[in-house]
Structure formats: C-alpha cells, structure tokens
T-cell receptor
Framework: GAVVSQHPSRVICKSGTSVKIECRSL??????MFWYRQFPKQSLMLMAT?????????EQGVEKDKFLINHASLTLSTLTVTSAHPEDSSFYIC??????????FGPGTRLTVT | AQSVTQLGSHVSVSEGALVLLRCNYS??????LFWYVQYPNQGLQLLLK??????LVKGINGFEAEFKKSETSFHLTKPSAHMSDAAEYFC??????????FGPGTRLSVLP
C-alpha cells in the first residue's frame, strides 16, 4: 500500500525557535497533502490543505504566518512552525492523497517546545 | 454541515467479548466512510473503508463494519476482543472527494 513518512518523529525545540517537519509520499505522487494537529486524547484537527505548486489553504483559526506550509513537489510537503511557543507542543500528522478521496497518513511528529 | 459522531468516548470489554464501536454521520450526499486505529504516539492505521460497494465491509485484524444508509451509521464490530485491540479508534467521513471529517474517537480498553 501507499506509504507516507514524516521526519522527524519527535523533536524538542526551545521557545522562539522554528522547526520544520517533512512529509513524504514514498511510492506515489500526492496531488494534495494535509496537515493535522492532535492534542492529547483528542481527535485530529485539520490545519491546512496543500496542493503541489500552489499556496496552502488554511482552516479557520490557524495562523498561516505561524504554520508555514510548502508543497514544492508531488512527494514532499513541509510544515514549519515559526517562533514556537509551548502551546504549539502537539502531535502533528500529515496525510497525502493520490486520487479522488483516500488519504494515507504519516506516523506523526511529536513536537515539544520548552 | 457534515459531521461525525462516535457514541462513547471510552468503551471497555473483556477479552474474548464482542467489540462494538458506534459511528453516525450526517450528510446530504453519499459518503465514503473509514475506520482508523491509533496506538499511543503513532499515526493512523486504516482498518477498513466503505466506498459505495458492498455495505458489509471486512477489514484487518478481524474487524468489520456495516454501512446502514437508513440509520446513517457505520458501526465497527469484532466478534472476539484481543488485548492487542486496546487503542483509540476514529471514524472518518469524506463527501464527494472533500476533506476528511473525523469523529472524536473512542478509546477501547480490553480487560483480561
């Protein structure tokens, strides 16, 4: 089946710094990639949708200047958390869509901001 | 607006007992429906999906789900629970190729 990877799997950064998370589709070309955020014991919250070569579409309430998304190729999307604060600590999951509906999920990245 | 509800944020069953996790959706168009399992600090693993073919869908690890249009439901079942089934389960819906809408999740505990 289709495989999506994320790197790093966990990262600790200091408050005020930026951190980049990569999402790759390993064996297919993803026309669309999605970024989700998951708080402890909660469901996934869609942050943004990105299409290769175009600007990401952010969900209401998500700061586009804080969560920078780049989808430079059909196999790679990156999420950069800028000027991170402790409240940005969370589990970030990406997914990739090849065709019309099914999404394949990455293993997630645990971000801890100290 | 489309939505997904999962009745019961936490379900406990004994090992060997029937597992029933409930999922209901609201939609004005035919949905595609999914069940995912998530183990601690891991991503989502697809258990099964309904995409307008057979209404009874069989998935991995002995799970199955039945799409009932009249009840707008897609409940997940497994005849006999195993300790390794303890995890968080999410029902998700997509409508006409749009973004996924996830339910709030149900934590399944399996008691020895």
């Amino acid at each position: 089946g289709a495989v999506v990877s994320q790197h790093p799997s966990r990262v600790i950064c200091k408050s005020g710094t930026s951190v980049k998370i990569e999402c790759r589709s390993l064996d297919f070309q993803a026309t669309t990639m999605f970024w989700y955020r998951q708080f402890p014991k909660q469901s996934l919250m869609l942050m943004a949708t990105s299409n290769e070569g175009s600007k990401a579409t952010y969900e209401q309430g998500v700061e586009k200047d804080k969560f920078l998304i780049n989808h430079a190729s059909l196999t790679l999307s990156t999420l950069t958390v800028t000027s991170a604060h402790p409240e940005d600590s969370s589990f970030y999951i990406c997914s990739a869509r090849e065709g019309s509906y099914e999404q394949y999920f990455g293993p997630g990245t645990r971000l801890t901001v100290t | 607006a489309q939505s997904v509800t999962q009745l019961g944020s936490h379900v406990s069953v004994s090992e060997g007992a029937l597992v029933l996790l409930r999922c209901n959706y609201s939609s004005s168009v035919p949905p595609y429906l999914f069940w995912y399992v998530q183990y601690p600090n891991q991503g989502l693993q697809l258990l099964l999906k309904y995409t307008s073919a057979a209404t009874l869908v069989k998935g991995i690890n002995g799970f199955e789900a039945e799409f009932k249009k009249s009840e707008t439901s897609f409940h997940l079942t497994k005849p006999s629970a195993h300790m390794s089934d303890a995890a968080e389960y999410f029902c998700a819906v997509t409508f006409g190729g749009q973004n996924f809408v996830f339910g709030p999740g149900t934590r399944l505990s399996v008691l020895p």
